[in-house]
Structure formats: C-alpha cells, structure tokens
C-alpha cells in the first residue's frame, strides 16, 4: 500500500506502534591514529609505544544506541549476512536500507552484505558470523570460520587439554604460552582480520564523502569490533565473544592511553548466551565437544547486556546464541539497556605468558 503521512501518524496512534524503522544518528565521540602505518600494516607493532598523544580525538555521526528500532534495524542486518539477498527468511529493512554490495559469496571465507541508506550518506558493513551445526547449520565458510574461532577467542591457539591439537604451535607445556608466538598467530593469513581491513578501505575509497560503520554477529561481530578498534569507525556487534584479547595480541588501543567512552564500540548481547558471556567452555560444554575453544570474555569498548535469565527465566543455553531468537524475544520486545564498559575482567587467569 502506498500510505501518506497522515495514515501512517493515525495508524501509530490506534495501535500504539511505530511504522517505520530508522537508523537514528547522534553525535558521538572517536579516536583516530596520529599515525596512519595502521592502513598500511592493519596492526601496531609489539615495539610500539602508544600513548594519548597516539591519537587525535574527533566528533563523528554515530548509531544512536538508546534507541530502539536503531539496534533491531543492526540486529536485522546481522541475520540477513548469513544468507544471500532475499533469501527465505529475509527480514525486510522497511525501506530505509538497500543493499549496496555483497561480499564473500563466491569464496570459501568472510562473508556479508553492504547496507547502505537512499542517498548513500551512511553504508554500514554486517559481516557474517560463524557458520556451524551447533547453531543449527553449517555452510561452506564452516572449516575456515572454526579456525578463526579458536585462533581469535581461545587462551593459547585451542590447546585446551592434551586431547586437543591447536590451531598453532604457540603453547609450551601445561598452561604456559609463547606471547610473541600467540601475537603471529593471530595475523597469520587463516584469519579473516585483513580480508575484512579491504574490505573496509574499498567501501571508504568508494565513498570518500559517506559514513561508513561496522557490525557483526559473533565471529563477525569480533572482527567488527577489531577493524572499529584499528580505525576508530562506529561499531555495533551483537552476541560476540570476548574481542579484548585479540585486540591485545593485535597492539591496538587499549586503557589506559585510552578511555573506552571516547570509542564508539558497542556490544549488544544477553545473559542466557554462553557464549557472550564467556562460560561456553570446559568439558561438559556445548563448544568444548564440538571442537571451539571460546575462552575469552572480555570486551573491548561499551557492552549493552539485556537479562532474560533473570527476567523471563531463560536458561543459559547455545541455542540462545542464535540471532533470530534473540531478535525476536529480546530485542523486540524490551527497552535497550545501557551501555556501559566491562570492568574488573580478566581472560585466561590460569595461562602463563613469556
């Protein structure tokens, strides 16, 4: 139907909700590096030295993370990155949102899709998450997605016990870790990082003059979140698991050269996901048997965490990681909660690292 103002604004009001779904943009704070090497080399060196003076505070437009229609519209990009364009089971963007380019679909690697507003002013990159049976599917990126798993969110390559192999010869015996060994590992070419650092300088080089944000669900929330972090772009990533330790093994900015307030790095997620949470592991968990070491749990800039264990009685479960359930019984039907920076967490207390 073709509806004017005036039967939208009666419709809102007998019904009590709104037609239309919009991004709503605010002014928000970032950091940009003083020096540009990141563009060149995607990361910072061990011997570096980054101090406050390493980065130029700027103001930029950016999500507006109390609203809600603004996370539902981010949470729906993210499940429509799984798939290809209009797909069954496509969530419908209501109009506001095309789809500009889609990447990754020929290849056995990252995948997702280039949303961008009418007038191309704002293009936002959903990068997809992994593919794997635990989730309910799989898919041809499955292999290559579980290594970036365990490279990225595991305490030392996935060694988790002696029955495991790792996805690299970084440990050395019990539960002690060659540091600079870890670091290689992580900018190795199975991991998707630099793929995705193209992928962001060909959508910016393209639109020199537009906004261009990042999101992501899980694995590809964290590699969002580690591209936000390198060139301080607007990120929003939903149910991913902990990114600090990976964006430590990367050098890139971390407290106290910087505040995570002055970073717009947004991580939406909620308690029953095990996998947000950082619990998915050990041997009676649901990862542990299926070969993925989520070790991590801490997050980088401002987590946003909703609470259905405690408000609705969810239990905490992996089949609660999937985007569509928490679209549809969290996101769409509670208010947003605040988003605050993850305090007095630590990652891998038991490792040892030299």
Sequence with gaps: MDL???????????????????????????????????RNQGFRSADTSIGPGSWMKEVIPGPDMEDKDTVLQFAKMNYNSYTEVASPGWYDLEGHWTVNSTFGWEED???????????????????KGTSAAILGGGGGTSTRDKINDNLLFSCCCAKVDRTWRGVCDCNTGGYQCDQRCVEDSVNSDDI??????ALLWTVQDAYPEASVWLTGHSLGGGLASLLGLTF?????????PGDRLAAQRLHLPMPPAIEWEDFPLYHVGHTADPIFRGVCNGPSS??????????SKCHTGRI??????KEDNWKVDIRTHRLFDTIEGVLKVK??????????????ELWTYS
């Design 232 to 240: 301080g772009v607007p990120t929003v990533t939903f149910e991913m």
């Design 286 to 295: 649901t990862c542990y048997y299926s070969g993925f070491a989520m070790e």
């Design 304 to 309: 946003c965490v909703y609470d259905p264990v």
């Design 109 to 127: 690697g990252i995948r997702g899709h280039v949303f961008a507003s009418a007038d191309n002013a704002t293009l936002i990159i959903a990068i």
């Design 335 to 348: 208010d947003v909660p605040p988003c605050q920076p993850e305090d007095d967490c630590k990652d891998c």
């Design 4 to 38: 004017e103002a005036a039967d939208v604004s009666l419709s809102e009001q007998l019904t009590g909700e709104s037609l239309t779904h919009r991004i709503k943009v605010r002014a928000t704070s970032t950091l940009k590096p003083r020096d540009q090497s990141p």
């Design 192 to 197: 998707y990082y630099g793929i995705a650092m």
